[in-house]
């Protein structure tokens, strides 16, 4: 692996803690280090060395790595108040949007591990999921609570709850796990049967990670589309640590046309964010 962090340095760094400091310099040199962290720091270390690089795009929407960190972390505050800790589950059912980015690192941030939610999926898939998984928090948007199957949790709607998630510290969380914890869980089709989830821990995440950076020429300021759902095993980190220009597109329903829009014609009409984490139709 060449390097996950981007090795670029940045004056903002003087103001991280000590502890953000020590972790972003020791990753431009060490794969052990990498090994040793559970994704979000990764993330959390990218950040401080480049936070007004672009992390997030979508439609007119710009998210810097700052302002996407902090924002994740306010949210975290909120699921660490609702009794996340460590391996909690979360279901996050969001339109690809910048709070669908905002969900996944405030989940793991929080000690929790998510459970994608596919807004398409049929109701009673959904209602087996949240009641298999034991889903202790759902994080969701105002246009989707009443399309979800009930479940005794509470329920978050980003959107409209938001005005009393930004009241949090926007302060990195303290360590609350580490990387054996788990980081994810995703359901199989259940075309053989009930879908069974499949349980991905932080270690897991981040080997694939440092796979995924040297076959996507990250280094090189190359990169790859992403279309798929976040039901499936995401790639979007590799864009959360790196660091570097990427296209990277997330294929799509455009909700004001009606139209579908895909990977290849967002990376074709967003040259000039080239550099996002995340572009969202």
């Known amino acids: 692996m060449q390097r996950l962090v981007n090795t670029t340095a940045s004056s903002s760094l003087a103001s991280e803690p ?9 990753l431009t040199v060490s794969e052990t280090a990498v090994a040793n962290l559970c994704a979000h720091e990764i993330f959390e270390a990218q950040a401080a060395r ?22 994740a972390n306010q949210l975290a505050y909120e699921l660490v ?27 793991l941030k929080a000690g929790g591990a998510y459970v994608p939610l596919d807004p398409t999926y049929p109701r009673d898939r959904l209602a087996f999921m949240l009641s298999d998984a034991r889903v202790r928090v ?14 005794d949790c509470p329920r978050l709607a980003l959107d409209t709850d938001w005005s009393r998630i930004e009241k949090h510290s926007t302060d990195n969380l303290s360590s609350r796990i580490a990387p054996d914890n788990l980081a994810y869980v995703i359901y199989t089709s259940g075309s053989t049967g009930q879908p069974k989830g499949t349980m991905i821990t932080h270690r897991g995440l981040t080997n694939y990670l440092n796979w995924a950076t040297e076959a996507y020429a990250v280094a090189d300021g190359c990169g790859a589309p992403v279309h ?51 572009r969202i139709g």
């Open 18 to 26: 000590n502890h953000v400091l020590a972790l972003a310099r020791e």
């Open 81 to 107: 108040g609702l009794g996340v800790g460590s391996d909690s589950l979360i279901g996050i059912c969001i339109d690809r949007s910048p709070e669908m980015v905002v969900a996944l690192l405030a989940t």
């Open 138 to 151: 759902l994080l969701t948007q105002s246009d989707l609570v009443n399309k979800l199957p009930f479940h």
């Open 50 to 71: 480049t936070p007004d690089a672009v992390a997030v795009v979508c439609g007119e929407i710009n998210l810097s790595y700052r302002e996407l960190n902090e924002r």
């Open 228 to 278: 798929s759902s976040i039901s499936f095993d995401l790639d979007e980190f590799v864009r959360a640590v790196d660091g570097w220009p990427q296209r990277f597109s997330f294929a799509g329903w455009n909700r004001s046309s009606g139209s579908r829009i895909d990977g290849a014609q967002q990376l074709q009409s967003g040259q000039n964010h080239a550099g996002a984490l995340a």
